[in-house]
């Protein structure tokens, strides 16, 4: 089955950095879209940052500047490097994936999430 697999999250003081990676694994043909959604205690689920299969990108109006997602096609991993954290980045990070797979077609999968604290 595929799995998504996240890694990197943790504390960081503010103006600090961390990244975070995702990866894919199993019987995948083609991954389209993969990113990473966040929620903070209190707060709705929000897009943090998006990449296709084609390297275009987008971004939340908070992170911009600040944030910048990547991919390794052939890892069929997703990397988000966060700087300038802020204590308002705090929330919990989950991966997120458009894909199909060979044995089925095309889905959303999500990891488990990750937990990002950034102390002022």
């Known amino acids: 089955q595929v799995q998504l697999v996240e890694s990197g999250g943790g504390t960081v003081q503010a103006g600090g950095s961390l990244r975070l990676s995702c990866a894919a694994s199993?019987?995948?043909?083609?991954?389209?879209?993969m990113g990473w959604y966040r929620q903070a205690p209190g707060k709705e689920r929000e897009l943090v940052a998006l990449?296709?299969?084609?390297?275009?990108?987008n971004y939340a109006d908070s992170v911009k500047g600040r944030f910048t997602i990547s991919r390794d096609n052939a890892k069929n991993t997703v990397y988000l490097q966060m700087n300038s954290l802020k204590p308002e980045d705090t929330a919990a990070y989950t991966c997120?994936?458009?894909?199909?797979?060979?044995?089925?077609?095309?889905?959303?999968?999500w990891g488990q999430g990750t937990q990002v604290t950034v102390s002022s």
């Open positions: 990449i296709n299969s084609g390297g275009t990108t």
């Open positions: 997120y994936a458009h894909l199909s797979s060979y044995l089925s077609r095309w889905r959303d999968y």
């Open positions: 199993g019987k995948i043909f083609i991954i389209n879209t």
